[in-house]
Each structure stands twice: as C-alpha cells, then as structure tokens.
C-alpha cells in the first residue's frame, strides 16, 4: 500500500556529514509523521529522531544527536530528510525510514492507518 525508498547512506569519515532522504509512495491519504531510526549491530532499533507533519512540525531527537542532527520533511513530496553533522564512530548503524500513514484501500472506499519501514541504508562512520 505504502513503499519507503531511503537513499543518502554512505562512509564518511568522523566529523562529516551526511543527509539521508526517504521518500513514500503509494496509495497514501495521509502522512502523520515520519521518522528516523537506527540499528547497531548486536543493538536494538533506537529511535534517532521524528516529525510531525501536521502544521508546526513538531520533532524529537534522541539525546545522542541532539545538537547534530536536524529532521526535516517536504510535504508535497512526501519526503523526510536527516541531516548528520559531525558524526561519531557510534552513528555506525544501518538508518532505517518509518512512516505512521493513512491509506486508501485498493479500492480507494475506505482508510486505514498503518506504520510503515523502509530497507533500511548502511551509514559508516570511521574514526
């Protein structure tokens, strides 16, 4: 019903950047927020920040970024953006795009609500 495509992962050095995108498709009413999160290997899935898309946008960030990273989103594209300064050995993680949607049915008679994951892209920070 709903397809994430992340992009914008990569290696970089510690004290880069990098900007991860992801974009939803599909039969989508609504978005109500999107999110970004993260998982070390032998880690739990952590969240690393979120937006709200109504009006005001409201974000939060987990304490590890804050300060370095900043989520942002495109309405009208249904896209979400993190932007990752000064990044950390310990941002090593695959960043994975979650999307809390409102959907039509195939038909497009009715909505449900659902969250959605994206594959997930591989960020690698080296010291």
């Known amino acids: 019903q709903v397809q994430l495509v992340e992009s914008g992962g990569g290696l970089v050095q510690a004290g880069g950047s990098l900007r991860l995108s992801c974009a939803a498709s599909?039969?989508?009413?609504?978005?109500?927020?999107m999110g970004w999160y993260r998982q070390a290997p032998g880690k739990q899935r952590e969240l690393v920040a979120r937006i709200v898309s109504v009006s005001g946008g409201s974000t939060n960030y987990a304490d590890s970024v804050k300060g370095r990273f900043t989520i942002s989103r495109d309405n009208a594209k249904n896209t979400v953006y993190l932007q990752m300064n000064s990044l950390k050995p310990e941002d090593t993680a695959v960043y994975y795009c979650?999307?809390?949607?409102?959907?039509?049915?195939?038909?497009?008679?009715?909505?449900?609500?659902?969250?959605?994951w994206g594959q997930g892209t591989q960020v690698t920070v080296s010291s």
């Open positions: 979650n999307a809390d949607t409102t959907y039509y049915s195939s038909s497009y008679t009715f909505r449900s609500r659902a969250e959605y």
């Open positions: 599909g039969r989508i009413f609504s978005i109500n927020a």
